[in-house]
């Protein structure tokens, strides 16, 4: 097995963070690849501690595992260096000379247009701001800043000569189907491509390495900012339903409404999805809570599951049952698709 994609379906915080940190301990993958920009913020649980990451893969759990920002991501310099730091990753962890960097002057460039921060609902992380100035030319990249030297590598050839090598590399990419500048609800979207391909192109792989396409779907929908949900549930309907969420990077309470089977199977086809992993099924059915094998999940989830497999055309390989990344149904083996 080579490269496994992991991305999201919805309007980004599915719970990439916990499919990916689970993924990356009971694979073991030889490195782990972040695409996208800082403003993403996932969550990973693990052994009591939470971490809320923005740049540093969420498999950094994994020890062993080689940790890359890939080439056409855009990270704060800020933020990158203090996850570095706090995570003490410094030694596994490789940013390629040209990505993107995000300083503060971005961020307060944002903050300042009141069209992206009141209409849009933009988290003002200076990520839109970045991408204008590389696409004008004059953003600097990894390579232009000393404090980057000791990480800085070429990503692309690395990659490309352990998925050669038949070495097992996971890509997390970041927010969902729906906020992809191209594909989502424009103009209420984030500031780059968020499909599998676009992740790919991040990194400088071509679509030939790829094994294994894992498409992330909470089991309500949630979104943070302007723009369409259909079916948005009220406030209070939402903390009565145990659904309400507050964004990692902003704070701002996430927008609910139930699962969506028209928006899931856009992002499952467009995707070309090999599976589906499903988040928070515990929030649906609390007897799930933490289960973590097929055969002990109660009837109605199953029921559950089975129909969102018939509905979307593509199996469901991984079931989301509790915040800890341990608290995970894995179907990968039955399904085939284990490394
Ligand atoms: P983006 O990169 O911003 O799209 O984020 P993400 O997909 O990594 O998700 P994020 O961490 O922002 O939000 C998901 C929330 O759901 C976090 O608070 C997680 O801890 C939580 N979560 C994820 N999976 C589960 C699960 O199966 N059960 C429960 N109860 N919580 C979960
Ligand atoms: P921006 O990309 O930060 O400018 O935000 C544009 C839109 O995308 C806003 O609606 C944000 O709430 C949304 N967005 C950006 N990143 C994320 C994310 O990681 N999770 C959820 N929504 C996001
Ligand atoms: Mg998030």
Known sequence: ???????????????????????????RPWGIVRTGATNAGHTVVYGGVKWKLRAVPSGFISRGARLFIARGALVSLRVVLGEIEALGVGGRFWIDEATGIVTEEHVERERSDSYLMATIGSTGTGIGAAMVDRVMRRLRLAREFPELKPFITDTQSKLLDAVESNYTVHVEASQGYWLSLYHGTYPFVTSRDTTAAAALSEIGLGPRHVDRITVVFKAYVTRVGGGPLPGEMGFDEAVKAGWVEYGTVTGRPRRVAPFNFELARRAVMANSATDVALTKIDKLFPSAS??????????????????????????????????????????????????
Not at 2 to 14: K, P, Q, R, S, W
Not at 21 to 27: D, E, S, V
């Open 290 to 339: 933490c289960v973590r094998e097929w055969s002990k999940l109660p009837g109605e989830a199953k029921k559950w599951v089975e129909s969102v497999e018939d509905r979307l055309g593509v199996a469901v390989s991984l079931i989301g049952t509790g915040e800890d990344v341990e608290c995970t149904v894995d179907r990968s083996r039955e399904l085939g698709l284990e490394p």
């Open 1 to 27: 097995m080579a490269l496994h994609i992991i991305v999201g379906g919805f309007f980004g915080d599915e719970g990439k963070g916990h499919i990916a940190g689970f993924l990356a301990l009971r694979y």
